[in-house]
């Protein structure tokens, strides 16, 4: 058998040469040795592999620079509509490959490869061999170093990610803004099946992908108190922050576009505490810079879960104000803007900008921009909230309870008195109107407050961005329907207008093109390589469906990417893989509600079977899990050493030998949706948004066992339900179980493999050295369940058999495979954007390339 092709060579045979043959390799062997001595002044013989990643990122950046300016100045001379994409997270991951795809430039290195030499003797194959030689380095080991940029949590911090890789895509005149927070979400350790955290020191080598702007430094404002004066309302006796500005190009897919991402750092003042220093007072000062700065220093690692802290508010703000102001500048120095009728009002503000708010995060946008209007511009309340809600629009990401921002009045009071003063007007005025349409409803009343009463007083922050944006939007259609009908009802029946989908997507250039090269040449080789940017064209695959050579090239990709994976963790943990077993991954933050506890339980059971009946032929399954539990979340902490106990049984039973291994993942960052076969998506119905999890592995040729959540619906849909293994309770079936009263114990009575399970669990089974570790773990299942993973068990169970079953016969499962892939076109996010342009922000995407640059010279 001839050796895998490496990823670098399978990019290679990709047929998308994009730009091959404009660049050339000595031009980019030629800077990358000019980066290397002036850049990172080193020669060949002092220079790190580390010195050689910077040097190639900064020969790629430069690549970016002339379309970077040029996008920008084409965007001044058309003065289209921009929109404003606001998000407390950003999970970029790394860059450099990403960049070399939508630029096409790893395939223009690769061409140019036969006329370089390194030695002079030697005629090179590859620019990056070129660099390989002598060195012992290749492309990959190179990419390797690059730190990931891990400013979000999960979901929704990516999704953010793919949404700037798509508006660069279609054309649209768009900027990411957020905060270049020193530590991102932290390293994952285990250690003795434990979790670990260590902070993401991600800036330590430096960013070579950033650029620093403190020219447009711009100062934030806390605390203070309010003034009204006949001349208007006056915010003073503030505390002054700076907000730093860094850039971050974002280059679309081949279309010489590159917008912007301007996160802001946090800077103290010069001044800063300088007051009325004494002799021990400046040393003092200096010090409590920190105090300030402090604001972008770490990213709070709760996904799905609200933290009502200080500094939680202060990062909101200061997102929110130094970015409005950064919009109202760029808005009055445009073409279009910088009228005299303009400078006075603003009011066209609506046409020429788009305000989106990735959750409640940024909801901080309403009142500071009312503040604006009122208090600076000197608008008239009328006009001012016309202006607010007309240009900004809200994302909704999930209806747990314990997500939903609540902050406590108080801290509002003290840290921006004025924001608090303009929401009580906001909610003044919006329950007037209220009071109107429903005369005595109390009850109404309070139940759409943006005030909750109670013991302590909170402001909900998703009400204030309801009342405040023109549309409101839920990530899935199920979603969407249950913020309808449930969490959000009272304001629907109101503006019923306002409430639209939008389902989640991802970027298929990340996703695809750049972690699973192999496949994207198959489906190239079958349908041309248009469907890289419409997606739905993957449709076409529905031809190849019974094609014995498409078939088997699938299969061959898929085993391929598996082999590799199973080299590499053997590597990692010792373990060994059976390379032709089902590879059963779920991988996600680690959430009671996402009931990684449900697969642990479908473990527990293969492996009593198989100890039950060792002689039978069962289906090998390597189960893999992995996710980041935060570092407060007690139950999800003791979920992940439930798993790595698991494992530790079942791994080392020669009873069971290869066909079942559970392994933890650790530190779950980036792809892992390539090697998949099985992509678990289990949450409790009505529970997950959305998913996006769940799409990149659908992409990549995985099968999915999942609940009727989320956007798994919308993939059953697309691919046919008889394509996903779907099983469980429906939305309806759960809320009718809730209504009934769920009762674990029946179910734990009832099912006596269940029951067995879950005894050996309690017994200390897993935990011979501790018998009551998992007490808490059970004693949840049993009597506080929240997310029923009992009433799913048997038919998860049964559905699991249907799956070993299909996997038994290879070609029937790649069937369903293509069937999966063939169906993926609407997970585009390109199609998401499309729809917020036309539907939310007025704005119309394009597929056409702007002028290219001379790039170097
Ligand atoms: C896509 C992604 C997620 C979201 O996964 P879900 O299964 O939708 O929860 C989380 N973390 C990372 C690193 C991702 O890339």
Redesign the pocket.
């Known amino acids: 058998m001839s050796k895998p092709l490496t990823d670098q060579e399978k990019r290679k045979q990709i047929s998308v040469r994009g730009l091959a043959g404009v660049e050339n390799v000595s031009d980019l062997k030629t800077n990358f040795n000019r980066h290397l001595h002036f850049t990172l002044v080193k020669d060949r013989n002092v220079a790190t592999k580390r010195d050689y990643y910077f040097a190639l990122a900064n020969t790629v950046r430069d690549h970016l620079v002339g379309r970077w300016i040029r996008t920008q100045q084409h965007y001044y001379e058309k003065d289209p509509k921009r929109v404003y994409y606001l998000s407390l997270e950003f999970?970029m991951?790394r860059t450099l490959q990403n960049t070399m795809v939508n630029l096409a430039l790893e395939n223009a290195c690769d061409e140019a490869t036969y006329q370089v030499k390194q030695t002079g003797q030697v005629r090179m194959k590859t620019f990056t061999q070129c660099l390989g030689v002598g060195l012992g380095l290749d492309m990959e080991e190179l990419q390797d170093i690059e730190e990931d940029a891990g400013l979000?949590?999960?979901?929704l911090?990516?999704?953010a990610a793919c949404f700037l890789d798509s508006m660069a895509s279609l054309g649209l005149a768009a900027y990411g803004y957020g905060i270049r927070y020193e530590f991102g979400i932290f390293n994952q350790k285990i250690v003795s099946g434990w979790q670990v955290e260590e902070a993401d020191d991600w800036l330590r080598y430096g960013n070579p992908w950033e650029k620093a702007r403190p020219e447009y430094m711009r100062p934030v404002h806390f605390y203070g108190r309010v003034e009204h004066t006949p001349e208007g309302v006056k915010w003073v006796d503030t505390q002054v922050v700076l907000a730093l500005p860094y850039d971050t190009p974002v280059p679309g897919y081949r279309n010489n576009i590159v917008n912007t991402m301007r996160l802001w750092s946090a800077k103290a003042p010069c001044d800063f505490n300088l007051k009325d220093f004494n002799v021990g007072g400046y040393i003092q000062a200096v010090l409590d810079r920190n105090l300030a700065e402090n604001i972008s220093r770490v990213l709070y690692p709760n996904?799905n879960f609200f933290e009502g802290k200080e500094l939680r508010l202060k990062q909101e703000y200061f997102v929110v104000a130094a970015t409005l102001q950064d919009i109202i500048r760029r808005f009055k120095a445009s073409k279009f803007g910088s009228t005299e009728y303009v400078r006075l009002d603003l009011s066209t503000l609506p046409d020429k900008v788009a305000i989106q708010l990735n959750d409640t995060h940024p909801a901080l946008a309403i009142p500071e921009l009312m503040r604006i209007l009122v208090d600076v511009e000197k608008l008239t309340w009328e006009k001012s909230w016309d202006i607010v809600v007309r240009t900004c629009a809200y994302t909704n990401h999930t209806v747990l309870p314990e997500a939903l921002e609540r902050w406590p009045v108080d801290l509002f009071q003290n840290l921006l008195p004025r924001h608090l003063e303009i929401i009580y007007e906001i909610n003044r005025r919006h329950l007037e109107r209220i009071a109107k349409l429903y005369p005595g409803d109390h009850d109404r009343l309070r139940r759409m407050s943006l005030i909750e009463e109670g013991n302590v007083k909170k402001i909900n922050m998703a009400h204030l961005c309801i009342v405040g944006s023109h549309a409101v939007n839920g990530v899935a259609r199920i979603h969407s329907e249950i913020i309808k009908d449930t969490v959000f009802k009272d304001f629907y029946d109101v503006d019923p207008q306002k409430f639209q989908n939008k389902t989640n997507g991802?970027t298929p250039r990340r996703w695809l093109v750049m972690c699973n090269p192999g496949l994207a040449e198959v489906i190239a080789e079958r349908i041309g390589e248009d469907y890289i940017r419409d997606l739905d064209q993957l449709k076409k695959l529905l031809k190849f469906v019974n094609d014995d050579a498409f078939i088997r090239d699938v299969a061959k990709v898929k085993q391929e990417n598996k082999m590799k994976f199973a080299a590499h963790l053997e590597d990692h943990y010792k373990v060994k893989i059976n390379p032709n077993s089902m590879f059963d991954v779920q991988?996600?933050?680690i959430h009671e509600y996402?009931r990684q506890l449900l697969n642990c339980l479908h473990i527990i059971t293969l492996y009593n079977r198989i100890k039950r009946e060792p002689n039978k032929s069962w289906t090998p399954r390597t189960i893999m899990i992995g996710?980041k539990a935060a570092p407060g979340y007690h139950t999800a902490k003791m979920i992940i050493k439930l798993i790595t106990s698991i494992g530790d049984i079942v791994n080392n039973d020669p009873v069971v030998g290869d066909r079942l291994k559970v392994i933890f993942l650790e530190n779950?960052?980036?792809?892992l949706a390539e090697k998949a076969d099985l992509s678990e998506?289990i949450s409790t119905a009505g529970t997950?948004a959305?998913?996006?999890?769940?799409?990149?592995f659908m992409l990549n040729g995985a099968l999915t066992i999942g609940t009727m959540d989320?956007a798994n619906v919308e993939m059953a849909e697309e691919a046919g339900e008889e394509n996903l293994f779907i099983f469980g309770m429906r939305v309806p079936d759960v809320e009718a179980l809730d209504k009934k009263g769920y009762d674990a114990m029946s179910y734990y009575n009832r099912i006596p493999e269940l029951k067995q399970a879950m005894d050996q669990i309690s017994g200390g089974f897993f935990s011979p050295n501790q018998h009551d570790l998992f007490k808490d773990l059970v004693n949840m299942l049993m009597h506080h369940d929240r997310f029923k993973v009992f009433a799913d068990y048997e038919a998860y169970i049964k559905c699991q058999e249907k799956v070993s079953a299909l996997y038994k016969n290879p070609k029937e499962w790649t069937k369903m495979v293509i069937h999966n892939i063939a169906g993926c076109g609407k997970f585009s996010s390109d199609r998401t954007i499309t729809q917020y342009a036309r539907e939310i922000w007025g704005m119309e995407p394009s597929l056409e390339k702007i002028a290219a640059p001379d790039d170097i010279h």
């Open positions: 999970y991951g979000g949590n999960g979901g911090g990516r999704l996904d991802i991988v996600k933050r996402k996710g779950y960052r980036v792809t998506q997950e959305s998913g996006t999890g769940n799409m990149k989320g």
